[in-house]
């Protein structure tokens, strides 16, 4: 079985914030050679998270203002 390791890193200026990593994914994908398989993206910070979902700006604006109620 082949497997491929890459971890990237991120520093946001802000508090919090929200990044499209689809086009490293994909950079990664094609770095590894693999053509068939799974990627498992997983955010090694304990105050990161990944979530899949369109890149909306409206939706985007619903998790800012849902997370400064949930934590100000």
Known sequence: M???RK???FHLPTRRGL???TSDVQDAIDE???KEGLVLINAMN???SVFINDDE???HQDY????E???P
């Not at 800012?64 to 997370?67: G, I």
């Open 64 to 67: 800012e203002r849902w997370l």
């Open 57 to 59: 700006s409206g939706l």
């Open 19 to 21: 990044v499209n990593i």
């Open 46 to 48: 304990i105050t990161a």
């Open 32 to 34: 590894s050679g693999i």
């Open 7 to 9: 971890e990237l890193f």
């Open 69 to 71: 109620k949930l934590a």
């Open 2 to 4: 082949k497997h491929y």
